[in-house]
C-alpha cells in the first residue's frame, strides 16, 4: 500500500457518520446536483461536515454510500469536482485540495479535502509549471523547497509528491498542484509532513503568498494532454531542471522548446551539483547557455550575476540559471528569493478587445450551455452580446452572457488571464467545439484554412517532407492539419517556413500566435506567420 493509498482507506475506514467530516459521494452530476433544491440541501450538508471537521471535512468520490468503491470515469469525476466545488462555494467554502486512485480499468476515486472559507485571490497565488528530463531531478527540487528538507540522493524526497498521471489528465493542475509552499512576512513556510494532508491546509492558510507547482512536460504519454495544460492554464513561470551529471538531453532540448515556444519566463536549475565537480557544473552550464542562445534567449548565470540581477531580469527573454542540490542545499535559497519576489506575471492583453478560445463545454440544467476556457483578453461582464464561432462553414453565431463563473464562484465580471466558465444564450452546448473563440459582437472575424509559420522541429526520426500531416495545438485547437515545408523538407533541429492547412475545418487564428505540432514520436513548435484568408 502506497503511503498515498492509506489517506484513501483511512478515510474510507472513518466512514460516514452522523456528525463527522466524511461524505461518500459516487458520483455528482451538474444535471442532478445543481438542480434547484438539490443544490441548497447539499451545500447545507457539506457545510455541515465542514464544522464537524472543524473546518475541514473529506469528501471521496467514486464511493458508494455503504463504503463500497465503485470507481468513475475520468470525465464524471472532473464533473463531480466541478460540482462539488460550486456546492462549496454555496457553503462558503473551497476545495483545498483533491488526490485521485486508478481502480480497475480507467475508473477512478479521490478524496477531496474542503476548507472553510474562500480561495486565495490569485494575485497572491503565483503557478511554477516543472519540467526536465526524467530522473533529472523535477520532484526532488520541489520536495525539498516545500518541505525544506534535505534529500539523500536516493529518492526520498521526491515520494512526498509523486504525480498520479490521472490529475495531470484531469486538466486540474492548476489549482490541485503537487507541491506548494508559502511565505508570510517572516520567510518561507513549509509543509512539516506532505503526507498529512492538514499540513499543507496550514501552510495555505498561514501564508500571505502561494507558490504551487504543476508538472507540465515531464511525463511523455500525458504530453498532449501536458501540452493543452501549459497552453490553455495561466502558468507564471517555468522551472526546467538539468542534472549536473547527465547534461542537457534530447528531452530537455523539447522541454525547452515548449516553455520558451509559449513565452513563460523559465529558470533553469541544473541539479545534482554535489554529484560532480565544479568544472563540470561550469561545462553543464555553458551547454545550456548555448541551448538557450538558439532559442533566441539571454541566459544569465546566477553564480555570475548574482540572485537579485537574475530575479530583477527574469522575462520572456531573460533566462536565469542556477546551480543547485537537494543534498547539500546550495541554491535552494535562490529559489526561494525568486518565489517569495517573483511578481504574478501581468496580463498585458487585459485592455484589449475581449476573446477566449474555448476549453471545454458542458450543460447546466436552468442555466444551459456553458463555455469555459482562459480568458485570453480583455474583459467580460454578465450581459455581454459576442460572436462565438467558427462553425464548421465558417460563420459566428450571436450569443449573450448568461452568467459567469470564476474558481467556481459566480462573478459579474472578469478580465485576461482567469480561467472562467461563460454561461450562454443563444446556442446549444452540442454546437460549441473546442477551439471556437468567444469574441465582441462588434469585432469582424476571419477564420482561415491555411497560413504560413515559421516551425521547428524539435524530433522526428526522420524528416518532414509535404504533406505530413500531425496534430497541431494552438490556444484550445488540436486538429490535425497538413504541412508543407517550402523547401520540400525540414530536418531535425532545422527551422524553417511552412504552409498548414488544417484538415477539417477553418479556425480563427492570428499572427504571432504559437503552436505545438506531434505526430507519434515527432513533435515540433511553430509560430503563425501570415493567414491565407482565401485559402
Ligand atoms: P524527476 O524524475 O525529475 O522528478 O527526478 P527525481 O526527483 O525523482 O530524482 C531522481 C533521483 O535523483 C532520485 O533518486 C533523487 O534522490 C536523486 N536526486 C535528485 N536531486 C538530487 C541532488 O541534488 N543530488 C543528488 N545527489 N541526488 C539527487
Ligand atoms: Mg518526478
Request: proline share 4%; hydrophobic share 35%; glycine share 10%.
Amino acid at each position: 500500500m502506497s503511503p498515498d493509498r492509506a489517506v484513501l482507506e483511512r478515510a474510507i475506514d472513518e466512514g460516514e457518520r452522523e456528525g463527522g467530516r466524511v461524505e461518500f459521494k459516487e458520483r455528482l452530476t451538474k444535471d442532478l446536483h445543481l438542480s434547484e433544491g438539490r443544490l441548497e440541501s447539499l451545500a447545507a450538508q457539506l457545510r455541515h461536515r465542514v464544522l464537524s471537521g472543524d473546518g475541514t471535512a473529506t469528501y471521496v468520490i467514486g464511493i458508494t454510500d455503504d463504503g463500497g468503491i465503485a470507481g468513475i470515469s475520468p470525465d464524471a469525476f472532473s464533473e463531480s469536482m466541478d460540482v462539488l466545488s460550486i456546492l462549496a462555494d454555496e457553503a462558503d467554502a473551497h476545495i483545498e485540495d483533491a488526490q485521485t486512485w486508478g481502480v480497475d480499468g480507467d475508473g477512478l476515486v479521490g478524496v477531496a479535502t474542503i476548507s472553510e472559507g474562500s480561495v486565495m485571490t490569485d494575485d497572491e497565488h503565483i503557478v511554477v509549471g516543472t519540467a526536465g528530463h526524467v530522473d533529472h531531478g523535477k520532484s526532488t527540487l520541489v520536495g525539498s523547497l516545500v518541505t525544506g528538507q534535505r534529500d539523500d540522493g536516493q529518492g526520498g524526497t521526491r515520494s512526498y509528491l509523486d504525480v498520479k498521471p490521472h490529475e495531470i489528465e484531469r486538466g486540474l493542475s492548476a489549482d490541485l498542484s503537487y507541491g506548494v509552499y508559502g511565505f508570510d512576512e517572516d520567510g518561507p513556510v513549509r509543509m512539516d509532513n506532505p503526507h498529512r494532508k492538514g499540513d499543507r491546509a496550514s501552510v495555505v492558510e498561514e501564508a500571505d503568498r502561494l507558490v504551487s507547482f504543476v508538472d507540465t512536460v515531464g511525463h511523455e504519454p500525458w504530453l498532449r494532454t501536458t501540452i493543452r495544460g501549459l497552453v490553455g492554464q495561466k502558468i507564471d513561470y517555468g522551472l526546467l531542471t538539468v542534472a549536473a551529471d547527465d547534461g542537457p538531453t534530447q528531452t530537455t532540448r523539447e522541454h525547452l522548446g515548449i516553455l520558451l515556444a509559449t513565452d513563460l519566463p523559465t529558470i533553469v536549475a541544473i541539479t545534482k551539483v554535489d554529484l560532480v565537480e565544479d568544472d563540470r557544473v561550469a561545462t553543464v552550464e555553458r551547454e545550456v547557455e548555448r541551448l538557450l542562445r538558439e532559442a533566441d534567449r539571454t541566459p544569465l548565470s546566477v553564480a555570475r550575476h548574482g540572485a537579485e540581477a537574475a530575479r530583477e531580469e527574469i522575462s520572456e527573454t531573460v533566462v536565469p540559471i542556477v546551480a543547485t542540490s537537494a543534498v547539500t542545499g546550495q541554491g535552494l535559497e535562490t529559489l526561494d528569493d525568486f518565489f517569495e519576489n517573483l511578481p504574478k506575471t501581468e496580463d498585458p492583453r487585459r485592455s484589449e478587445p475581449f476573446q477566449m478560445y474555448v476549453d471545454r463545454t458542458y450543460s447546466v440544467t436552468g442555466v444551459g450551455a456553458v463555455a469555459s476556457g482562459t480568458i485570453r483578453s480583455g474583459e467580460l461582464e454578465a450581459g455581454d452580446e459576442l460572436l462565438l464561432g467558427p462553425m464548421p462553414d465558417g460563420r459566428f453565431r450571436d450569443v449573450e452572457v448568461r452568467s459567469i463563473e470564476m474558481h467556481y464562484h459566480r462573478v459579474d465580471k472578469a478580465s485576461a488571464g482567469r480561467i472562467v466558465g461563460i454561461a450562454l444564450k443563444g446556442v446549444d452546448e452540442e454546437e460549441i467545439e473546442r477551439g471556437m473563440v468567444l469574441l465582441p459582437r462588434t469585432a469582424d472575424p476571419s477564420p482561415v484554412r491555411e497560413f504560413e509559420a515559421e516551425v521547428m522541429v524539435l524530433n522526428h526520426p526522420t524528416r518532414i517532407g509535404s504533406g505530413y500531416e500531425p496534430v497541431v495545438h494552438l490556444e484550445t485547437i488540436s486538429e490535425a492539419a497538413a504541412f508543407y515545408p517550402e523547401n520540400e523538407q525540414l530536418l531535425p533541429g532545422d527551422t524553417g517556413t511552412a504552409t498548414v492547412r488544417f484538415k477539417f475545418r477553418p479556425y480563427l487564428i492570428e499572427e504571432g500566435q504559437r503552436f505545438v505540432f506531434r505526430e507519434g514520436q515527432s513533435k515540433g513548435v511553430g509560430t503563425v506567420t501570415s493567414l491565407d484568408p482565401d485559402a
